[in-house]
């Protein structure tokens, strides 16, 4: 399933939400105030502005998707059962009606009445359930065509994938083809195609343009997840791990079920379909306000770079951000011109005497990054992420450090995991290698929101800024 698709798919169950949470809030306007019930129950306080109600549904049809995109729910294919999808979709709209309410109480400029808001619920909640069960049997008929279906392998040649390749085969509609085998030997198990070797499984990977990897190693290879964590490190690639036996790499996010045979979900992509749109809004909005806020400071520091000291005002440096790719990081000079020229790449030191008096003051307050906010705005950057490297340091972290790589499949932040525990200039880059993995892998907006809350703290303290 391509990256394309996959926003599509997750675009419209948005917008069918929306249109079934906005539309079930204006159906239980037009029953209240209909002929019969108003004759039954009748307006004591007149007919309310229609006005009031256009709002409210557009406000609750937003609210609602929001609250479900938040709890994951417009992650597809889905692998839960029917009943279990309308469960957590129930427990995230009540969510979102209580907000609602809350919302409702504290703003007075509109009242609505207690049998008007009972009716709301039940017909908004009635038109989710729905559209979720009719999209839920579209997305299946859409599998059976092959629209929007996820690309797997099997990796290793364990018997226990045998129930999962058999049952994906009868049952099409949960929208994950087996398409061949990654596996030690030459000859491909269970019949499928062999795609590639496995300590070649990121190469193949991306030449198969592969989704998600079932890893169901045999009992002599007990040693595949570790070989195969390495192989893939930096490649975007879902694993479902075969819990026989117990895996050596990696910790498990969640259990599902394919055909009475649990899975566990050991390598996710944090920012596959709208989730990494959500981010990129994110860091664009942001950004713009951050930079139109900091403008007159910037005109400040720029002046007294230029009254300090000869050279540029801006610092160009070669970086390296996501997929391993360069960029031309900004920043404002806070060294003499030709730093460099004697020592080559090193890091910046206590009391380094290559930096300037108003340098100094820059580095202290984090004030010399400023200009990474146009790096962010650009989408080489973003605002949370692992620090960007340069690359004649990233080749050595890379023979150096187990897993270095995975810092890039996400972009590089002004701001990191590691930067806001301590972690910053001159420390053990193993440790910084931690912690950017943990960020990488426990992804969520609000995570964000909270390391750029911490980064305020940290500027302050000025721990390691030098």
Not at 289 to 315: C, D, W, Y
Not at 351 to 369: F, M, P
């Given at each position: 399933?391509?990256?394309?698709?996959?926003?599509?798919?997750?675009?419209?169950?948005?917008?069918?939400?929306?249109?079934?949470?906005?539309?079930?809030?204006?159906?239980?306007?037009?029953?209240r105030f209909s002929e019969p019930i108003a004759a039954r129950i009748p307006i004591v306080t007149g007919?309310?502005?229609?006005?009031?109600?256009?709002?409210?549904?557009?406000?609750?049809?937003?609210?609602?998707?929001?609250?479900?995109?938040?709890?994951?729910?417009?992650?597809?294919?889905?692998?839960?059962?029917?009943?279990?999808?309308?469960?957590?979709?129930?427990?995230?709209?009540?969510?979102?009606?209580?907000?609602?309410?809350?919302?409702?109480?504290?703003?007075?400029?509109?009242?609505?009445?207690?049998?008007?808001?009972?009716?709301?619920?039940?017909?908004?909640?009635?038109?989710?359930?729905?559209?979720?069960?009719?999209?839920?049997?579209?997305?299946?008929?859409?599998?059976?065509?092959?629209?929007?279906?996820?690309?797997?392998?099997?990796?290793?040649?364990?018997?226990?994938?045998?129930?999962?390749?058999?049952?994906?085969?009868?049952?099409?509609?949960?929208?994950?083809?087996?398409?061949?085998?990654?596996?030690?030997?030459?000859?491909?198990?269970?019949?499928?195609?062999?795609?590639?070797?496995?300590?070649?499984?990121?190469?193949?990977?991306?030449?198969?343009?592969?989704?998600?990897?079932?890893?169901?190693?045999?009992?002599?290879?007990?040693?595949?997840?570790?070989?195969?964590?390495?192989?893939?490190?930096?490649?975007?690639?879902?694993?479902?791990?075969?819990?026989?036996l117990h895996p050596a790499n990696g910790r498990p996010k969640r259990i599902f079920e394919v055909g009475?045979?649990?899975?566990?979900?050991?390598?996710?992509?944090?920012?596959?379909?709208?989730?990494?749109?959500?981010?990129?809004?994110?860091?664009?909005?942001?950004?713009?306000?951050?930079?139109?806020?900091?403008?007159?400071?910037?005109?400040?520091?720029?002046?007294?770079?230029?009254?300090?000291?000869?050279?540029?005002?801006?610092?160009?440096?070669?970086?390296?951000?996501?997929?391993?790719?360069?960029?031309?990081?900004?920043?404002?000079?806070?060294?003499?011109?030709?730093?460099?020229?004697?020592?080559?790449?090193?890091?910046?030191?206590?009391?380094?005497?290559?930096?300037?008096?108003?340098?100094?003051?820059?580095?202290?307050w984090s004030l010399d990054e400023l200009p990474q906010l146009f790096n962010v705005l650009r989408g080489?950057?973003?605002?949370?992420?692992?620090?960007?490297?340069?690359?004649?340091?990233?080749?050595?972290?890379?023979?150096?450090?187990?897993?270095?790589?995975?810092?890039?499949?996400?972009?590089?932040?002004?701001?990191?995991?590691?930067?806001?525990?301590?972690?910053?200039?001159?420390?053990?880059?193993?440790?910084?290698?931690?912690?950017?993995?943990?960020?990488?892998?426990?992804?969520?907006?609000?995570?964000?929101?909270?390391?750029?809350?911490?980064?305020?703290?940290?500027?302050?303290?000025?721990?390691?800024?030098?």
């Amino acid at each position: 399933m391509s990256q394309r698709a996959r926003v599509w798919v997750q675009f419209a169950a948005f917008s069918c939400d929306f249109v079934a949470v906005a539309g079930g809030t204006w159906l239980a306007f037009l029953f209240r105030f209909s002929e019969p019930i108003a004759a039954r129950i009748p307006i004591v306080t007149g007919l309310p502005p229609v006005d009031w109600y256009i709002w409210l549904s557009l406000a609750f049809g937003v609210l609602t998707p929001m609250m479900l995109l938040v709890g994951g729910m417009y992650s597809f294919p889905r692998q839960d059962s029917l009943l279990d999808e309308l469960a957590s979709v129930f427990k995230y709209f009540i969510s979102a009606y209580t907000l609602l309410l809350a919302a409702l109480f504290f703003y007075r400029g509109a009242s609505f009445s207690r049998l008007t808001m009972v009716l709301i619920f039940l017909f908004s909640g009635g038109c989710l359930m729905l559209v979720r069960i009719a999209a839920r049997w579209l997305r299946q008929k859409l599998y059976l065509i092959g629209v929007a279906v996820r690309r797997a392998a099997i990796v290793g040649e364990g018997e226990q994938a045998l129930p999962v390749i058999h049952h994906l085969e009868r049952h099409p509609e949960f929208g994950l083809k087996v398409v061949g085998s990654i596996s030690y030997g030459k000859v491909a198990p269970q019949g499928l195609e062999r795609l590639g070797s496995v300590n070649k499984a990121g190469e193949t990977v991306r030449e198969h343009r592969l989704d998600t990897l079932i890893i169901a190693p045999a009992a002599e290879d007990r040693e595949v997840l570790p070989e195969l964590v390495a192989a893939c490190y930096g490649v975007n690639i879902d694993f479902l791990y075969l819990p026989e036996l117990h895996p050596a790499n990696g910790r498990p996010k969640r259990i599902f079920e394919v055909g009475g045979v649990p899975l566990w979900t050991l390598k996710e992509n944090p920012f596959q379909g709208w989730m990494g749109i959500v981010k990129r809004i994110f860091d664009v909005v942001v950004s713009v306000l951050l930079i139109i806020l900091t403008l007159p400071l910037m005109a400040v520091i720029s002046l007294a770079i230029k009254l300090n000291s000869r050279g540029p005002l801006l610092f160009r440096q070669r970086r390296v951000g996501l997929d391993g790719g360069e960029f031309n990081c900004l920043k404002f000079r806070s060294m003499a011109v030709d730093a460099e020229a004697k020592t080559g790449p090193v890091w910046a030191k206590p009391g380094d005497t290559r930096v300037t008096a108003v340098g100094r003051i820059l580095r202290r307050w984090s004030l010399d990054e400023l200009p990474q906010l146009f790096n962010v705005l650009r989408g080489d950057m973003s605002l949370v992420g692992p620090r960007p490297e340069r690359p004649e340091f990233v080749r050595q972290f890379e023979e150096k450090i187990d897993g270095y790589q995975e810092r890039h499949r996400v972009r590089s932040g002004l701001t990191g995991w590691a930067q806001v525990n301590g972690l910053r200039g001159d420390t053990p880059i193993e440790a910084r290698t931690e912690y950017d993995r943990y960020y990488v892998e426990n992804w969520s907006l609000w995570f964000d929101l909270k390391i750029l809350f911490l980064t305020v703290r940290a500027v302050i303290k000025g721990e390691n800024s030098y």
